[in-house]
DNA sequence: GCACTTATGTAAAACATAATACATAAGATT
DNA sequence: AATCTTATGTATTATGTTTTACATAAGTGC
């Protein structure tokens, strides 16, 4: 029996979740496709995709594939049957945007943001914000799916919440999924930016790689992990911490964190800056050196080849310890190209037993400034079109005012 | 349409994979948590379990649980319906069992090995006393269900091939699951001893657990991962290789690896054998080592509380990479508990960031000898009562010979 | 003992899916 | 243009599953 009563003509969107995963996740962009992937018959796929198609969630495009007989058509989600609303709060400014299902920005805006502000009122604002970028994404991509925020502090995303110490005072425990939810009757979810860039990363670049170690290397460092061929994130969210290790020496410098001789403190971009300024240079941020490394001031280069050393010297650990087959190093120094990942590479294939090496890349990340943004686009249209979620997504669907 | 055509009198075993599964992996024990957890009818239910039951794989216990009105009967996997072969090569010997699903020792047997033999005469042996089990074993426990084997050595897990350099000459890349496979036409598995002894300790004492690092730290140094709840191998099975990783320091010790200043070379059985003979003890095996520990000679405890400070600092770097909830410590030197584990715990929580130690317990392992053994049982019988396999399972069953 | 609760079984009807068989579509090959 | 191949749709029939309704079982608490 159908469980929405509310007399729709044409055939239901019953049961069609699983046609629906199967396309939005690109497991099957064919009717033969999806026959051989859900095991079902073709009564039943034509069934239930003629639902889809109907609904307007799911069109046949103009391309075909060919096959030796008649060439199937491809199917797509339909990138502009609902769009997400995302937001990427950074130390400075928090970045929104309503995204299509591409997911390709439809609009977006940028807010001033200190990292004082309480939870409270900044999602108070991001509130409004989406407001009116929903406004505008309800014109031309009707069905509002589902929130996404990123974070630059530790999360635990089962819960929602910042965990532990971070720049995001006051934020500790806040049930930010909670508070928009209120205002919001969609999914809502929060991770941390690194992780979200990983997942950007793995997404449009290495989709096919299982295990993967992305190392952001900005004014601070972190790390986000694919681990066969899913987002990692240990038992609080904490997973990928790597810029507090210790590698203790006599001159082991003071982190910010109150340790000595933490990564981040001997090759984050901020402790890379403290060293030029020391050399007399101006700087301060990662950009900073990164423009002084563009001017190839021998100091910066230098310091930034060290850098790349310390950070192959964690690298190799990770690499030891989970043996993922590719690492892509992003963050803002990574612009600096070979002249942070020489060392790098030097380094782990110094230290690294072969077996580990054997099969493993290094590269840089291509990634732009927004991958966070897209990282959290990704995670949202994973999870709502997981096969085990999709249903609740349909009866959404179907339930919304046309 | 059923695939079994052989005319089987009473209900067929069709489509009852789901619900065997449910109660092989203790997910449901009873037929109202089997309605819970399958999202079946009763009547189907009913159906597919009286096909169970009637086939001996399952059982009603006599055992009831208490539900407020009628208690409900607790079903089980009958153990004594199949049984598995497993055999457990060390660098000296041999361990082999036939197991029952439970698992328990149904019958053993041991040969010697050295580590310079061939794969395919070992496996021939291997082979030979495994018959000899089987016959045994099949007076009692009729249904033959699978072999799973424990390597020292780096195991490609996907491919059943040791990998990499290891005490194991000339078994690289060797096809060890074809040779078997021909010889008994049954799954076969193989994995290395420390993952093995990791899902031992996980399914048994920690079953709740589902991100935890198992440490074993005896005449080398390996450890095993338990990521989101499943055994996390990485990309070539080399995950957990903290053996090697290098901490530099002006008197690091030459490892076995060629190595400088691997923790191995600093902190496993046979560095402190060597530290030992070199004060005048006679030490040559971590056995020896345990054997001085307890007789309280205060250069072993030194050397092995050193130890522990040693493997606290790999430990610290792998749960900033991790995050476990769960640091699990086993192998020859657990033995030497406290002493041991309180410079684990000592660099441990002074490395590692509040957060990723506040929900942390390091607790000592409780295996014996054999869980390696065990947990090659546990590995098989997880695989093939897993959802996606155990209709295979029933194929093979319903076309025994009875 | 009796009412209450939850567990469990079963028959009949309603519903969903699959198998089969046939028909048409559309590009590739000749 | 005719033919081959594979894709795709649909009517019919067979099969499997769920729903519904009813009945019984086996504890607990009074």
Redesign the interface.
Known sequence: MGRHEQGHEGPTLDGAGGILSLIATGQASSRAELLQASGLSRVTVTQRLNALLSSGLVRETEETLPSGGRPTRVLAINAASGFLLVANIGETHIHLAAMDLTPAIIAQATLPFSVTSGPEATLQQVGDVFEALAAEAEKTHGFFLGISLSLPT?VDFKRGCV???SVLNGWDDFDIIGQLQTRFAVPVYVENDVNLMTICEHKRRFPTV??MLFVKVGTGIG?GMI??G?M???????????G???FLSDDAPLCR?G?FGCVEARAAGWAIARDLSARGFHAETARDVIDLVEQRKPEALMLLRAAGRTIGE?I???V??????LIVIGGTLARGGDFLLSGIRELVYQ?C????T???SIVLSTAQEDSALFGAAYLLLEDIFAPLKVDRLLERFAARPL
Request: contains cysteine; aromatic residues 2%.
């Open positions: 530790p965990v532990g110490p299982d295990d790390s681990a066969g899913r990692f994130r240990g038992a609080q969210g904490a997973a990928g911490d790597i507090h290790i210790q964190c340790k964690v190799s650990d990770a030891s310890i989970i043996n993922p087959s230290r037993l072969p077996l580990a054997r099969d493993l």
